[in-house]
């Protein structure tokens, strides 16, 4: 399969490969392979981690505005834009509004309790009762009828199942985290890799925009219900720390849908802003939040934010208000946010620890995969306990002095190479010694928004620009 990823090398000729849905495929249900913190770095070197690596950044520049043939024209897509859905689109639309109803049929349990509302789990129960229907019902036809070998026995809605069974939060833990979201854009990868999404649209992303905005911005909205509804725990959380408590995906796509227009063909920009687009303090100011979480995915999930937290941005968000400081545009931001996912996410055992594998998502390493250099994100991983199902994995074995900056951190100094994405360019680079994060009100009056310039720990994301107002 390695032969369809070759091109010029280029992020826009690197698409994740069709299987030949004439030939029989031995599909296999997917299992757990990452036990201990060792593991990981075999799984930054798997055909799973290449995939999911490719299929993140074919998504993220299908979202990016583009350049019109008239001059200074150009085209945007937004949350409410209208495009055009195709079939499978719209059947995925059904299967989450299908997925969505049950919470009717199990309502909050009004009892006491410390933490997640146990009703979720019979919220779980239910939809594992009716995944099958619900996959034979909405599911493309050339999907359901994948080609499995005799020798395989399993069918490709036993190798589905495992991924979109995962993508709405552990009923043993009640919680919902970025494991639970990965887990969903692995199950649209198999539907891709099964040529689920084939259909008469453009070549020029029509596709690609038609996930995003038509499948992974109603599932989160599904997510974001049933996190209220059941007040799910986050899952494998940083706290305060981190960038969001359950979801980061938004946050890519988002960023690439206020950059600056480019043409087909074009790299991902990596500086600028579409034009009339917000600063991206903006998320700061409620007002321009809930005006844009209407039309962007980054606000709609600052908006979230927003809804189950209260207090000033900067002091429960203080990573994502660090971001917001950037000068150099929503480009800028959406390349840091890639290398940060590669870091924060995939590079975690806490995270990735659930992550299950089987013929679409291949454990088996990537011939073409270089070994990383050690970083402090991979050598910092827990240790023993493989048996552990907590959500934060066993105790994790930290650097006394471990910073939880933003890892796509360029910082002066000693540095030291993160745990390279062959599928993002450059990989970014974290401080190894840097003290550990502080919190950006730490020099400022309770309730007050801090003078940027005065915010000097390492809270900061090292690749942003010198301090000032907040600009593109």
């Keep these: 399969m390695d032969s369809n990823l070759q091109g010029n090398g280029g992020e826009t ?4 490969p069709i299987l030949n849905s004439s030939q029989q495929h031995a599909f296999i249900k997917p299992v757990k392979r990452i036990h201990e913190g060792h593991d990981v770095p075999s799984f930054l070197t798997s055909q799973a981690y290449r995939d999911i690596g490719i299929f993140v950044m074919q998504l993220n520049i299908a979202i990016c505005p583009k350049k019109s043939p008239e001059p200074g024209q150009s085209q ?70 994948s080609k499995s070998t005799a020798e395989s026995g399993v069918s490709v809605l036993d190798e589905l199942t495992p991924y979109l069974m995962g993508a709405f939060g552990s009923s043993q833990r009640l919680d919902y985290g970025t494991g639970h979201e990965l887990s969903f854009l692995a199950f649209l990868g198999c539907i891709w890799k099964l040529s689920g999404f084939t259909t008469t649209l453009g070549q020029n992303g029509e596709v690609e ?74 998320i700061a100011k409620k007002s321009v939040v809930d005006r844009e979480r209407k039309r962007n995915m980054y606000f709609s999930a600052v908006g979230f934010i927003n809804d189950v937290k209260t207090g000033p941005f900067w002091e429960h968000s203080p990573i994502l208000f660090d971001i917001s400081g950037i000068r150099s545009g929503w480009g800028k931001i959406n390349k840091g946010m890639i290398k940060m996912y590669n870091a924060e996410v995939l590079s ?57 900056r933003a890892p796509w951190a360029n910082p002066p100094g000693g540095a030291m190479s993160t745990t390279a994405a062959p599928w993002a360019g450059n990989p970014g680079t974290v401080n190894s010694g840097a003290p550990i994060t502080r919190a950006p009100w730490a020099q400022a009056q309770s309730g007050s928004l801090p003078d940027r310039s005065k915010i000097d720990g390492p809270t900061r994301a090292p690749w942003a620009d010198q301090r000032g107002p907040a600009g593109r």
């Excluded at 000729?13 to 994740?16: D, G, N, Q, T």
């Excluded at 011939?367 to 105790?395: L, V």
């Design 13 to 16: 000729s690197r698409k994740l």
């Design 209 to 282: 925009r038609s996930i995003v905005l038509g499948v992974i911005e109603p599932y989160l909205r599904v997510v974001r219900r049933l996190i209220l509804t059941y007040t799910l725990e986050p899952a494998g959380s940083h706290g305060v720390w981190g960038l969001d408590d359950h979801s980061f995906l938004p946050y890519i796509f988002g960023s690439s849908q206020y950059c600056p227009p480019i043409m087909d063909g074009d790299p991902m920009p990596v500086e600028g802003a579409l034009a009339d687009s917000p600063n991206p303090g903006d």
């Design 348 to 404: 975690k055992f806490p995270v990735v620890q659930h992550f299950p594998f089987g013929s679409l998502f291949r454990w088996d390493q990537d011939p073409n995969a270089t070994q990383a250099a050690p970083s402090a994100h991979t050598a910092n991983q827990p240790y023993g306990g493989s048996s552990s199902s907590s959500s934060s994995g066993p105790t994790t074995v930290r650097q006394p002095q471990e910073s939880t």
């Design 76 to 145: 945007s897509w937004q949350l409410d834009s209208a495009i055009t859905l195709s079939e499978p689109v719209r059947k995925l639309q059904e299967l989450l509004q299908s997925i969505d109803a049950i919470i009717e049929e199990a309502p909050p349990d009004t009892g006491p309790r410390r933490f997640g509302n146990v009703s979720f789990r019979k919220w779980y129960e239910i939809l594992e009762s009716r995944i099958s229907a619900l996959l034979k019902t909405h599911l493309p036809t050339n999907v359901l009828d």
